[in-house]
Structures are given as structure tokens and as C-alpha cells.
């Protein structure tokens, strides 16, 4: 049971019988009356997003997930996202609907953590950044310098992410996968 108090991003509970994912959350303590947290909490099994209050001191519960090592290994428009077990090599088969946004920051052969709720997969656990190579991006004017330009750039997952004028094509870069944003252009050897 968690309390309170251990509420934080990221967490995993289980509420009114479904595993949620805590989004966001704001600890309140007004001048009259007890403590409480609001969180926003996005539904495992469907994605939908609920905004709720606990009173300081509920509890909640820990959802029975089994969490998996697993390895990505490819797209197949028939059969979906293909993963491969790390402990037995079964492959399993997810489809976009399962996937999320998470199928924007996947690139082969990456290792992950695929989390199970009774036997089902419903989600995976994604490292905090991943190196994506720009595969298409405009180039950028000469002079506009006015404040913190940016311009499109198309990644090698299909993803679009707001870059600096001076990224180009072929240049690798750090995305962040909790908000989908550019982090960095990464050293290369050239």
C-alpha cells in the first residue's frame, strides 16, 4: 500500500480496481483544514488521463504488474512491433494502439522493460533519453538570430521535434522521451 506521502511521478498504483501511472502531482497544505495531493493519473489499460485529490493519509493500492527485460527488434506492418523476451527469446507482438507514444522514441535492438497486468501487456518502461538521427530538416536562415528560432526536424523514428537552426540531416540527437523534446545534438566523429 502506498501512502500519501510516496506519491511521485511516475509511480504506478492501483485505483478503483485499474493500474494508473501518476503523471503529476501537487502536495497542498492550505491555512484552514487538512493536507492533500492533487495528481493527474493516466489509466494503463485504456491511456485515459483522471485529475483527482486524495486527503493526506489515504491509501493507495500497488497494482500486480509483472515487468519483463525485453529487446527491440523490428516493425512488420502485418505483425506490429515485434519485441523479443530476453530470458526465453519468445518474440511478442504489440500494435500501435498498445504502444502509445512510445513508438516514436523505439530503435532496433534497444533494451526496455515491458510491464504485464494480469498476463496482458500494457506499457513500456522507456530510458529517460534516446539518440535519434535527423533524417530530414530544412536549412536554416542565415541572420535569424532574433530570440530562440527553431524549425522542424523529422527523426529516424518518424517523430517531428522543434530543433535549433543549426541541426542538420545526419546529425544525431538526445530526445527527451517523458515530453517528446530536443536535449542535445550529440558529438559525432567526422
Same mark, same amino acid.
Given at each position: 500500500?502506498?501512502?500519501?506521502?510516496?506519491?511521485?511521478? #511516475?509511480?504506478k498504483v492501483l485505483f478503483k480496481g485499474e493500474p494508473y501511472i501518476i503523471v503529476d502531482? $501537487?502536495?497542498?497544505?492550505? #491555512?484552514? =483544514? =487538512?493536507?492533500?495531493?492533487?495528481?493527474k493519473l493516466k489509466n $494503463?489499460?485504456?491511456?485515459?488521463v483522471l485529475d483527482?485529490?486524495?486527503?493526506? =493519509?489515504?491509501?493507495?493500492?500497488e497494482p500486480d504488474l509483472e515487468e519483463k527485460?525485453?529487446?527491440?527488434?523490428?516493425?512488420?506492418?502485418?505483425?506490429g512491433f515485434v519485441f523479443m523476451d530476453t530470458e526465453n527469446y519468445e518474440q511478442i507482438h504489440?500494435?500501435?494502439?498498445? $504502444?502509445?507514444?512510445?513508438?516514436?522514441?523505439?530503435?532496433?535492438?534497444?533494451?526496455?522493460? $515491458?510491464?504485464?497486468?494480469? =498476463?496482458?501487456?500494457?506499457?513500456?518502461?522507456?530510458?529517460?533519453t534516446v539518440n535519434l538521427e535527423v533524417i530530414k530538416s530544412d536549412p536554416g536562415l542565415r541572420g535569424d538570430t532574433t530570440g530562440s528560432v527553431t524549425k522542424p526536424a523529422t527523426l529516424s523514428t518518424g517523430l517531428v521535434v522543434q530543433v535549433p537552426l543549426f541541426i542538420n540531416e545526419g546529425d544525431i540527437l538526445k530526445i527527451d522521451t517523458r515530453t517528446g523534446e530536443y536535449v542535445e545534438r550529440m558529438k559525432t566523429d567526422k
Open positions: 500500500m502506498y501512502s500519501t506521502s510516496d506519491i511521485r511521478k #511516475g509511480l502531482f $501537487l502536495h497542498v497544505k492550505p #491555512g484552514k =483544514g =487538512g493536507a492533500f495531493v492533487r495528481t $494503463l489499460l485504456t491511456g485515459r483527482e485529490t486524495f486527503r493526506s =493519509g489515504e491509501k493507495l493500492g527485460s525485453v529487446q527491440y527488434l523490428y516493425y512488420d506492418s502485418k505483425e504489440l500494435n500501435e494502439d498498445q $504502444l502509445g507514444s512510445s513508438k516514436d522514441f523505439l530503435v532496433e535492438n534497444m533494451d526496455l522493460y $515491458l510491464n504485464f497486468y494480469q =498476463g496482458r501487456p500494457i506499457g513500456l518502461d522507456l530510458p529517460t
